[in-house]
């Protein structure tokens, strides 16, 4: 693009940002709509964003602090328990022992939907795909608004995604980049990122790795459930555990269960999570997080029932009304079905006899991979356009939105900081129900 180009049209922005495409392509048989402009945040959703990593880094620390307590029966045996469920009894071995006693993720991203009662995080994820989508559009538009004065500037700036992700390593002399078969779509992206940064010293390595040198850093791009599938995984793991190499994430499945919000919502745990996470950030997540139930069958009292959906078992699931279905079973984790849109239903939107059989495999997965039901709060419509190229033309669409922050963990202990480096946004026409990454979705990076 040439830095004459004083009034840049909105084609020759979304061309701009075409052609600006990685030749090896970022997604793995992906495709998206693209905007001649970034999503535009208001200034108060920029500022909540901004503050909001800290939140979350508490809440990650509170959990791995209640799962410690649980062991020591310094708090109720049964959340252990539960959070082990299913899990193979070396997981639970090397989440339970010294070496990874105090870590957590350095990478968290929430998935952010905008609703009419203010924004709601539905989940949140501590191995997320986007990182190098979401570094190169920031990089592109940047690029286009160093072209053209009247678009803003991205959250994060040309290159905060490509300085966060770098920087949870510290000064590791090389960093090990492990993408299993199963995240293969997102294999490119990674690449991307490790040429951007320094192919030297950040290597995108296959699932059967297992010979970092000793000081090395290893970043897990693959979820436990998948750990037949990676040769090399345990062999990382003991060298993490012994700390002859930097793991992040570590191996902690409590960290990909999505029944987290499940527990923060239980009364019975009500006092710890006022005095480990403090009463702001207690009273902030349980605005922004949707009422979450563990699906559990074990049977209540007959005077018993589960707090505001007044059923006294989750059969009754099944017989409520489709005004009553503004609900969302998913799978809490560890499973293949718990990652993108597969294995969630949105209750509102299925035949009777569809929710029937989507309740029943929640009850009957519950020693194995437990699901959650959560309060469904429908994502608010937003205005968005894209580039039509076949047409030639902007197309506007009203859509809803899922926003992605993604914060990176720096420094160690006490003073680590989850610092805000970029913001994803994924908006899909306004049917969709579920929003994730389609062919009809724009996405585009985020602008105060």
């Known amino acids: 693009m040439s830095d004459a180009a004083a009034t840049i049209t909105p084609e020759l922005s979304a061309r701009f940002v075409q052609e600006s495409l990685p030749k090896a392509g970022l997604f793995a048989g992906q495709d998206w709509r693209i905007s001649p402009v970034p999503f535009s945040l208001g200034p108060k959703l920029a500022k909540d964003f901004e503050s909001l990593g800290r939140v979350l880094l508490q809440f990650y620390r509170s959990v791995n602090l209640l799962y410690r307590h649980s062991i020591e029966g310094k708090q109720p045996a049964w959340v252990a328990e539960l959070l082990d469920q299913g899990k193979p009894a070396e997981l639970i071995e090397l989440q339970r022992s010294h070496g990874f006693k105090s870590d957590t993720p350095r990478v968290i991203r929430p998935d952010v939907l905008l609703t009419d009662d203010g924004f709601k ?253 959560q309060r469904y709060h429908k994502p608010r419509l937003v205005d968005a356009q894209y580039f039509d190229f076949n047409k030639g033309q902007v197309i506007p669409m009203p859509g809803r939105a899922r926003l992605c922050p993604y914060y990176f963990v720096h420094g160690e202990g006490d003073s680590a900081r989850a610092e805000l480096a970029g913001v994803l946004a994924t908006i899909c026409p306004a049917d969709k129900k579920i929003i994730h990454g389609m062919t009809d979705a724009i996405l585009a990076p985020c602008s105060v």
Do not use: C
């Open 121 to 373: 995080v539905s989940e949140l994820d501590s191995v997320p795909g986007g990182i190098g989508l979401t570094a190169w559009l920031n990089q592109t538009y940047t690029a286009l608004a160093k072209n053209n004065p009247a678009t803003a500037p991205v959250i994060g700036g040309r290159d905060g995604m490509l300085r966060g992700f770098a920087g949870i390593f510290a000064d590791a002399p090389k960093v090990h980049i492990v993408v299993s078969d199963e995240s293969a779509t997102y294999r490119p992206e990674m690449q991307w990122v490790a040429d951007q940064l320094d192919n030297e010293r950040f290597v995108v390595q296959p699932p059967g790795f297992a010979t970092p040198g000793e000081g090395e850093a290893v970043y897990r791009f693959f979820e436990l459930f998948d750990l037949a599938n990676l040769s090399g995984a345990q062999t990382l793991f003991r060298l993490g555990a012994e700390k002859k190499i930097r793991l992040t994430p570590p191996p902690k499945p409590i960290f990909e269960e999505k029944l987290l919000f499940g527990l923060l919502w239980n009364r019975n745990l009500r006092a710890f999570w006022r005095q480990h996470l403090g009463e702001s950030f207690l009273a902030r997540m349980l605005q922004f997080v949707p009422y979450t139930w563990v699906v559990d069958p074990a049977p209540l009292p007959p005077h018993g029932a589960f707090p505001e959906l007044n059923l006294t078992n989750w059969e009754q699931l099944k017989h409520l009304s489709q005004r009553e279905r503004d609900l969302i079973l998913k799978v809490s984790g560890f499973s293949d079905r718990a990652w993108g849109a597969r294995g969630v239903y949105l209750g509102s939107d299925l035949s009777v006899s569809e929710w029937s059989e989507a309740v029943d495999l929640a009850i009957e997965g519950f020693l194995k991979s437990p699901y959650v039901l």
